[in-house]
Nanobody, 126 residues
Framework: QVQLVESGGGLVQAGDSLRLSCAFSGRPSGRPFSNYAMGWFRQAPGKEREFVSAITWNGGSTLYADSVKGRFAISRDYATDTVYLQLNSLKPADTAVYYC???????????????WGQGTQVTVSS
């Protein structure tokens, strides 16, 4: 029903920046993009999926994990049904598959979102 497609991942050097995109679509027309809080999670090999950032359904508030606070920025564009994650000052520890997620109305820092994308790989070398 809800499809989330991430893009923008790649291999970069430490200190570089990257911009991830997540395209939201309903199949067929269902609940609109504005009904969902949107989140970004990441998962490194052999580790559990962890919260990175989230934004409320109305874009009024944002949340960040301590490990990325001040370096990453989440935003959403209602004209294109797209959520972005700007990753700055990247570190090797940021290497992971990054997943976009959608959750109706209430924002959450737990991996309890209803819909998930397939992920996009971010690799940061020293």
């Amino acid at each position: 029903q809800v499809q989330l497609v991430e893009s923008g991942g790649g291999l970069v050097q430490a200190g570089d920046s990257l911009r991830l995109s997540c395209a939201f679509s309903g199949r067929p027309s269902g609940r609109p993009f504005s009904n969902y809080a949107m989140g970004w999670f990441r998962q490194a090999p052999g580790k559990e999926r962890e919260f990175v950032s989230a934004i409320t359904w109305n874009g009024g508030s944002t949340l960040y994990a301590d490990s990325v606070k001040g370096r990453f920025a989440i935003s959403r564009d209602y004209a294109t049904d797209t959520v972005y994650l700007q990753l700055n000052s990247l570190k090797p520890a940021d290497t992971a598959v990054y997943y976009c997620a959608a959750r109706r109305f209430r924002v959450s820092t737990a991996p309890d979102y209803e819909h998930w994308g397939q992920g996009t790989q971010v690799t940061v070398s020293s």
